[in-house]
Structures are given as C-alpha cells and as structure tokens.
C-alpha cells in the first residue's frame, strides 16, 4: 500500500518536510540532526501501520513541525549557484564539505535537492560519504531513505541541507584505514560473524558518540587486521557479508544487556544497513562493505560484555501474553514472546511494531523497527531474529520513559 498517493497523507508529510528542510543556525542536537531521517522512516513506517492508528502516526510528523521551528534561527536562504550539471554540483558540495565552507555546502545540497531525481542521488554522493562520521555517520541513511520514500520529489530534497552542513563541521571525522590498505586474503561470511561476535574488547569510553567510538578501532591493530580481507569482496559476496553483519547486529540488541539497547545497539543496525544499501550504487561496494563491518565492529568493541553467545535464546522461556501486551511490560518480557510467536503471526507482529514505533515520540526508535522490518524482509530465514529484536527495543522504551 503506497500511502503517498493519498493527497491528506502527502500534503501533511510534505509540509513537515519543508520545515524541516531549512537548517538551523546553530549546530545542531540530536532531534535537529535526526529529523530528516526520522520523517523519512515514519512515511516509511507509515504503510504497515495499524489502519485505526495512522492518524496518530501521521500527528506525530506533524508535531515535528513546532519542535524543530523551536530548535533556534534558521540560516539565511542559500545563494543561487548554477554548477551546469549534478556531476560538477556533487563535486562542489563535496570540495564545500571538506573546507568547512557552511554557506557553499547549502548553496549546493539546495541545487541537488531542486534539480537531481531522488534516485540519483546514491550514485552521486554515496562514495565521499560512507566513510565519513561527521553528522553522527548518518548521511547514508538518508541516500537509502530517500529514493524509497519520495521517489518522485515527493517530499523536498532540500531534506539534504541539514545533514551536509554537519558533514562540514567536521569534514576530517572519515575512517580512514579503508583507503590505505591492500589484502589480498579472504574473509567467509561466518568467520566475519565470529571474528566481531567476539571482537577486542576495548573497555566503555568516556563518550559513546559515533565519532570516538568508530575512531578507536580505525588503528592498525583492530579494523584493517581483522577487516581487510572485505576490501577485496565481489559484489555478491558484499550481499552474504552483508547478511552477516545485519543478523549479528540484531544478535546485539537481543543477546547484549539493555543499557546500550536504544542508542548504541539501535545504530549497530542502522548505519551498517544503510550503507550496505547504497553500496551498489558506490565505485567499490566492498568499501562500503568494509565500512558496514567497521560500524559493527565499533560498537562491539567499545559496547559488547563479552563474546556474542547465541544459545542464551534457550534461555528465553515462552510468555503468555499477546505481543502489545509483553512490550508494555518491558524488553525481556518482549523479546521473549516475539522469539516464541509462530511463524503465523509474523505478519501481525509486524503491523503491532510499526504501529508501536510510528506513535511513539524517538526517532531511533522509528528508525530501528524500520531497519529490522526490512532485514527481516531481506533475509526471510532469520526474520524471526529481525522482529524479536524490534521487539526489545519497543520494549526497552515502553519501560525506560513515557513520550
């Protein structure tokens, strides 16, 4: 069901799209960086919503409105520039980003967003953007986003601004061990999954931003070492590799204790899945698989108790409650009831997710169920896998704080 096609759904989507649209002066927080992919998941979301409950979904895009215009100024509307085709306007945001030049960087995300088909866009930025970790690395997430959601323009593409903008505050925040390295070796999907299930563990940070933490295994000793093998992967084995690093990563949020559950365990998904999904339209989809794996690698180092032991599912008792019921009563009590629910109600389950997180008020919480429904849609073996952990995070959040 394509819910765009209703003129009510599109025109209220649209009009928050074009708030959000317009930078703010100031850099930005986490709702301001977050809000063009939140409103992008939430009209993603939107289709497998309850049919009772899609109003309030759609309230909730609404509400958006009123929290971003109360973020702080907006910039000055961007200068006109006139680059003479997407090429040679990709390449003059890019030279934008890495000088830090903010009004340049708007002046030509404004020309992309006008003038380049939703499609397009992939090809055109993802292989300068992937590796890098400014704007919390989230940039590939909207290039596999956004062609989804609006296709046709649907919404702004000025949706771009934001999140280039914070790319340019910090244009040096790359990984960089990816353009540095030759190996000649391989690397089997399963010894993947092993080698980060029990990844070096590093110890917590003093800060679990992306930047730091990706940083920290960006040195010879830990990403090249056990990653470079990637780097030499076919565009089919980018695709296995890539089942491996989404499983293990839904593995995290189930196996791993809930504390890291809605940021760091959200992200271990997020930002891996995003860019295996733009890989195909990047020079070299094992770079970009090779910085899937570093995501993963990042957040297990520095986040992970231990070795990833799949066999505590034996662990997960089956609960007698329905599954709106079991998430109301927390993560382990959801986890538990999803990882026993017969096949036959997958379907079901999933409506209950998506309705769970389009009214609900986190963004990485919208953003997760999202990123599990389409790996459980991707990877139907271990969709039971995908969904148990949109489960625990649903569950985490209906217990840790009310909207």
């Known amino acids: 069901m394509d819910l765009m096609t209703d003129v009510n759904v599109t025109s209220a989507v649209a009009d928050a799209a074009d708030v959000i649209a317009v930078p703010r002066q100031e850099p930005a927080d986490s709702f301001v960086l977050h809000a063009p992919l939140e409103l992008l998941a939430r009209t993603a979301l939107l289709a497998s919503v309850r049919a009772d409950r899609r109003q309030a979904a759609i309230r909730r895009m609404t509400d958006m409105i009123d929290e971003f215009e109360g973020f702080g100024e907006p910039v000055a509307p961007p200068v006109s520039v006139s680059p003479g085709s997407a090429v040679a306007a990709a390449s003059a945001l890019v030279a934008a980003i890495d000088e830090g030049d903010l009004d340049a960087v708007d002046a030509y995300a404004t020309w992309i967003g006008d003038h380049v088909a939703a499609a ?98 960006d040195v010879p000793d ?61 020079t070299s989809p094992a770079r970009a698989l090779a910085v899937a794996a570093t995501h993963v690698l990042g957040f297990r180092a520095s986040l992970a108790h231990g070795a990833l032991d799949r066999s505590i599912a034996e662990s997960w008792a089956p609960v007698d409650l329905p599954l709106e019921e079991a998430i109301v009563a927390g993560p382990e009590t959801a986890r538990a009831a999803m990882w026993h629910l017969p096949e036959s109600g997958f379907g079901d389950a999933a409506t209950i997710l998506a309705t769970v997180a389009a009214t609900h008020h986190d963004a990485h919480l919208v953003k997760y169920t999202l990123a599990c429904l389409d790996a459980a849609e991707a990877d139907p073996s271990a969709r039971r896998l995908h969904l148990a952990a949109a489960a625990t995070l649903a569950g985490w959040w209906a217990v840790a704080q009310s909207p």
Do not use: K
């Open 120 to 217: 397009e866009l992939p090809a055109l930025l993802a292989d300068d953007v992937v590796a890098r970790l400014s704007a919390a690395g989230h940039a590939p997430i909207f290039l596999w986003l956004y062609p989804r959601v609006a296709p046709n323009r649907e919404l702004t593409g000025r949706l771009l601004r934001q999140l280039c903008r914070e790319l340019a505050r910090r244009p040096d925040w790359r990984l960089g061990w990816i353009d540095t390295v030759v190996d000649e070796s391989t690397l089997t999907p399963d010894d993947l999954f092993a080698s980060l299930a029990d990844a070096p563990r590093l110890g917590r940070p003093a800060s679990t931003f992306i930047h730091p933490l990706m940083a920290r295994v």
């Open 222 to 282: 830990l990403a090249p070492r056990l990653l470079a093998p990637l780097l030499q992967a076919t565009p089919d084995e980018v695709a296995v590799h890539g089942v491996a690093l989404t499983r293990l990563a839904a593995w995290s949020m189930l196996a791993e204790p809930t504390d890291d559950a809605p940021y760091g365990w959200s992200h271990c998904l997020t930002m891996p899945q995003a860019v295996l999904g733009v890989a195909g339209a990047c």
